[in-house]
């Protein structure tokens, strides 16, 4: 009976931690989502400063959130993510407006992704 | 390198505690769940060490989550029948008075081959000398033979026991220079027994390789060899 106490404490303990990842997850995809939109419509109107200024809150938000997702995303996603961001404040300073705005859809896009393969659905099940 | 020394050594503690939980049965009585369960769990295992972009925790849960559902299930299969039949299956004859049931023996897909392995494995080797041949739920044949094969056991020819056959078997009290002191213990002998020992064969436990004993006080002692540590 111990150990099917300790069987049922193990369950209870990787779903409830299970549910907190997914939580996390979704507030840190909506977060930076947001901080990337914001500075992709800021390029959008040549505001290369302001889109700067956005691109290394990103940065710095990002490598925050980052050290909790590597414990259970797969690191080569977030290495993806790692890499993209480190170059979009060099570009928004210099102007390149084409560059940046892919580079931002390629975040978003990586970043939905992440969050899509985590979310329970019988998509991501199958 | 030094991820993957620590990746591993987690996952091997994590092992260990893993089938501690699982119980305590041998590889070759697991029953078809607890196979499978154990051969995921080694695969599992090896992809947060070989692939270090795999979070650690992604071989973590599902050896846990494998292990807490087949002790649960082998808990729900002790308490219910169906459960248990559902789970392991039920042992089928395949062998009945020394005719073979071949409907049986196609349904398990058990073939000839392997049913004589069986029986030569068992000292049988005329499928006439079999009564009942089983095959457990683990895939173990267990053999029930007529009256004039069954290996003769002491009742059959009568035989009377002495005092001393119905003791214990030996208890090994000294093991390669460490003194066991649960088996010491078990032994139930006087608490001088031990010294009194020593002193008569002039050794001490360290110069002692192995020591056994029963509970009358009778005892086989082999000295270390000269030049072992």
Redesign the interface.
Known sequence: ?N??R???T??IT?MLL?ILGLWYLHNTQQEMTQLLTQAYAAAEVDDYDGAEQLAEEFDRTWHRHEQYL???????QIDEITSTSARLAPLAANGEEGEFLAECKKILATLEHIYESEKFSIKSVL | MTIVFFRTLVLYLLIVIALRIMGKRQLGELQPSEFVVTILISNIATLPIEDTNIPLIGGVVPILVLVSLEVLTSALALKNYKVRRLVSGRPRIIIRDGVIDQKEMEKLRFSIDDLMEELRSNSIFDVKEVSFAIVETTGKVSIYQPFDNRPATASMVGAQPSPTDNLPPPSVIVSDGVLVDEALHDLQVKKDWLPKLLKKEKCEVKDIFLLTAQNDGSYNLIRREKGRS
Do not use: P, T
């Open positions: 009976m150990r099917v300790v069987s049922i193990i369950l990787v299970s590597i414990l259970y995303i797969r690191h080569h």
